[in-house]
């Protein structure tokens, strides 16, 4: 369960990219966060992985604390999210394999446990064909299968997701819907950036509508 | 645990590979510093060798006026041999010192035909403990205070000169040695950042994953080490031709001269060390390079 409680985020002093934020998001949610660019929906992605510390209120995610969470402890917290970002950010100079398989060495398990794990998470992608290639020889609806592949291996608790589908064409774009609610079927909880009306009217789930840094709406289907 | 060092290795290995020109860089870099130091090295120890032969053969030679009889000799002997600087008192009679000279003339021994063998005078040599050489001018005082020595000599102020030549050679090695490796440690820090910047997109995406701090950094640090000690063990080598070719003939035939028949290479002690420092130096240069890099959050 992740609860927010008047989270207020300012880059600089007249700017505030998140103002008085409250809400909780469920285990096993599946939450669209929406709004137009700059609604601050990736500021407040971030603050939930800790990759930037809000300015004022709390963040707890299952009853802890992670406003003030000390660096050292970060690396913990994420091994309890998967995260997949609008452009990727594979490791192109590791095989598919290689990007699939480092959470599961970051997290120390055995070798024959990460192949067949990775070649597990590989099929429900489909892309187990692909293992051997780099991602850069791979189109940009393959490399974002990767991703979530990437953030799916090692079971996490949440997954965030920001703006998955926003450079991919529609078809691959159904695909990644449905390895999402599959992973949410599994019991994870999908937190999911995107500004794509028309996905959400297709897949209806709960909506979070920022606008301007502030809580505009939260409809529930 | 060896099953993760493997892993850390292999990582490392894989950068290594990946960016061969920076890494070359590195080797050299290290290599190049620690080849000039360890040259110097060669160059003082056996330079250090012959005035460690030089002042072990050191003794003050008390001559004698007159052969004396055998009572006062034994005096002297005894009253020499308490002072806690002195390890051996010799007695040379004239005709020892006939002899020697003799010897030492070889063939031209028939000059001293003529000459009778009392013609040199005795003389007490007085040889000094290694650790008391320093106090052999105190030494001299004492003795001169007994009439019967006519003439003192010793060699310590010409061995004081090359001993402050050989601390100038020495001071100068370990100054432009120090400059070199620290040339070499901006160089393999620099080649590392670069090496960093290129990656900077993995080293976030490794953040994002959960990867913990050392996690990240411990294959570039082994990958520093490693070049470091690539660039020890190329110091080795180069220092090694170096010797071969140019020191043990220019150094080799200059110390014949003194009397060192061979010259050496650097101890084991020595070598262990130049590759050591290498590593250390490539350890240092990625640990610095990394400071800034790995961040977890932007606070």
Redesign the interface.
């Known amino acids: 369960m992740i609860e927010l409680f008047n989270i207020a985020k300012a880059y600089q002093r007249e700017q505030s990219a998140l103002s008085d934020i409250t809400l909780r998001i469920d285990k096993g949610e599946f939450v669209y966060l929406t709004g137009p660019s700059g609604a601050g929906k990736s500021t407040l992605l971030?603050l939930i992985?800790?990759?930037?510390?809000s300015t004022r209120g709390q963040i707890l995610m299952d009853g802890r604390n992670i406003t003030r969470l000390p660096?050292?402890h970060?690396?913990?917290?994420?091994?309890n999210?998967g995260?997949v970002f609008q452009d990727f950010?594979?490791?192109?100079?590791r095989t598919v394999f290689e990007n699939v398989a480092?959470?599961l060495?970051?997290?120390?398990r055995r070798?024959f446990e990460i192949s067949k794990k990775v070649y597990q998470v590989l099929q429900q992608v489909g892309l187990e064909h692909r293992f051997s290639h780099y991602p850069l020889q791979l189109s940009g609806g393959e490399q974002q299968r990767v991703a979530v592949a990437?953030a799916l291996v090692a079971d996490p608790l949440v997954l965030l997701a920001d703006e998955p589908t926003g450079n991919l064409d529609p078809d691959v774009t159904l695909d990644i819907m449905e390895m999402f609610k599959a992973a949410n079927a599994r019991g994870t909880t999908i937190i999911m950036a995107t500004h794509d009306r028309g996905l959400i009217w297709q897949f209806p789930r709960r909506v979070i509508t920022l606008d301007g840094g502030r809580l505009a709406s939260d409809e529930r289907p | 645990m060896i099953?993760?060092l493997t892993?850390f290795l292999r990582r490392a290995l894989r950068n290594m590979r990946?960016s061969p020109v920076l890494s070359s860089a590195s080797v050299f870099a290290v290599g190049i510093a620690l080849a000039l130091l360890a040259f110097f090295a060669i160059a003082v120890l056996n330079v250090q060798r012959v005035t460690e032969s030089w002042t072990a053969d050191l003794a003050i030679i008390a001559y004698l006026d007159q052969p004396p009889d055998g009572a006062t000799l034994d005096r002297w002997l005894v009253e020499i041999r308490a002072y806690p600087e002195v390890a051996t008192v010799t007695y040379v009679s004239p005709q020892e010192a006939y002899r020697r000279f003799q010897e030492r003339l070889g063939r031209d021994a028939d000059l001293l035909e003529g000459l009778g063998a009392d013609v040199l005078p005795a003389s007490l040599e007085i040889r000094l403990k290694p650790e008391r050489r320093q106090d052999t001018a105190a030494v001299v005082e004492r003795l001169g205070r007994n009439q019967a020595f006519g003439e003192l000599h010793y060699a310590r102020e010409w061995l004081e000169r090359f001993e402050a030549f050989l601390l100038l050679l020495r001071t100068v090695g370990a100054a432009l040695g120090g400059f070199l490796v620290l040339a070499a440690l901006v160089i393999v820090t620099n080649t590392i950042k670069l090496t960093l910047y290129a990656?900077q997109?993995?080293l976030?995406?490794?953040?994002?994953?959960?990867?913990?701090?050392l996690?990240i950094k411990l294959p570039y640090l082994i990958e520093g080490a490693l070049q470091g000690l690539c660039g020890g063990l190329l110091a080795l080598l180069a220092s090694f031709v170096a010797f071969r070719i140019l020191l043990r003939e220019s150094l080799g035939s200059l110390l014949l001269l003194t009397g060192i028949d061979t010259i050496h290479f650097l101890p084991p002690l020595w070598q262990l060390l130049i590759v050591a420092a290498g590593t250390l130096v490539g350890l240092l240069g990625s640990l610095l390079a990394l400071r800034k890099f790995v961040r977890?959050?932007?606070?």
């Open positions: 971030k992985c800790c990759a930037e510390r660096t050292r970060i690396p913990s917290l994420r091994r999210l995260i950010k594979l490791l192109v100079r480092f959470p060495e970051v997290q120390g070798r990437r | 099953g993760q892993y990946l990656r997109d993995e976030e995406a490794m953040t994002m994953v959960g990867a913990t701090s996690f977890f959050c932007q606070e």
